[in-house]
C-alpha cells in the first residue's frame, strides 16, 4: 500500500500568518497533489508535482504556493491564511498508469479565525 | 470550465436493493472516468474506473459509460450499510493532469 502521511492533522491558525502544510510519501511515486473539500463545492485541485521541482497550478491555486524539493515531499504554503482558506486539505499520490488513480492522505484541517 | 454534476441525495436504499448513482460531464474530450467512496471523516478511496463505453462490472460494483450522452454510473447491487458512504464521481481528460471531481452522492442503505 502507498503511504502518505500529512501533518499536521489540524491546525488553527488566525488571519494572516503563514501555514505549511506538509505531505510525505514513502514510494517514490512522481505525481503528487493537493486537494482542498469545502462543503458545495467537493474536491478541487490546488495544485500539483509531476516530479521535484516540478509543479503546476490547479483550479483554485490562488492564496497558495507549493515546493517540491524531494520525491518524498510535497508542501502546501498559505503566506498569509484568510479565513475563505478554512477547509480540509487532502494530499494525493498517482498510484497507477492513469491521472484519476489517486491514493489519498488522511486530511489536514485547517482552520482561520 | 469543466463541469462534473451529481445528484446530492441524500439517496436511500434498503439493505440488499441496487443503489444506481449518477454523474454528467460537460467536457466531450474527457477520456478517463472513476468513482471514489468517501467515509465521513475520511479521504475519498477509488473504488472503480472505467475507461471504454459500456460496462465494468467488479464484484457487487458496476460502472457503467455512455460518451455519447456524457454519462457515468455506478450501480452498487446487494448493498450493505457499510456501503454508506459519499460517492465522488471523477472525470479526467486526454493527457490531462488534472482530475475534475463531482461534489458528491450521499448513499445510505437502511438495514
Known amino acids: 500500500d502507498a503511504g502518505i502521511t500529512q501533518s499536521p492533522r489540524h491546525k488553527v491558525t488566525e488571519t494572516g500568518t503563514p501555514v505549511t502544510l506538509r505531505c510525505h510519501q514513502t514510494e517514490n511515486h512522481r505525481y503528487m497533489y493537493w486537494y482542498r473539500q469545502d462543503p458545495g463545492h467537493g474536491l478541487r485541485l490546488i495544485h500539483y508535482?509531476?516530479?521535484?521541482?516540478?509543479?503546476d497550478k490547479g483550479e483554485v491555486s490562488d492564496g497558495y504556493s507549493v515546493s517540491r524539493s524531494k520525491t518524498e515531499d510535497f508542501l502546501l504554503t498559505l503566506e498569509s491564511a484568510t479565513s475563505s482558506q478554512t477547509s480540509v486539505y487532502f494530499c494525493?499520490?498517482?498510484?497507477?498508469?492513469?491521472?484519476?488513480?489517486?491514493?489519498f492522505g488522511e486530511g489536514s484541517r485547517l482552520t482561520v479565525l | 470550465q469543466k463541469e462534473v454534476e451529481q445528484n446530492s441525495g441524500p439517496l436511500s436504499v434498503p439493505e440488499g436493493a441496487i443503489a444506481s448513482l449518477n454523474c454528467t460531464y460537460s467536457?466531450?474530450?474527457?477520456?478517463?472516468f472513476f468513482w471514489y467512496r468517501q467515509y465521513s471523516g475520511k479521504s475519498p478511496e477509488l473504488i472503480m474506473f472505467i475507461y471504454s463505453n459500456g460496462d465494468k462490472e467488479d464484484g457487487r460494483f458496476t460502472a457503467q459509460l455512455n460518451k455519447a450522452s456524457q454519462y457515468v454510473s455506478l450501480l452498487i447491487r446487494d448493498s450493505q450499510p457499510s456501503d454508506s458512504a459519499t460517492y465522488l464521481c471523477a472525470v479526467s481528460g486526454a493527457g490531462s493532469y488534472q482530475l475534475t471531481f463531482g461534489k458528491g452522492t450521499k448513499l445510505s442503505v437502511i438495514p
Open positions: 508535482s509531476y516530479g521535484v521541482k516540478d509543479t
Open positions: 494525493a499520490i498517482r498510484t497507477g498508469g492513469n491521472d484519476g488513480e489517486l491514493f
Open positions: 467536457d466531450r474530450g474527457s477520456q478517463s
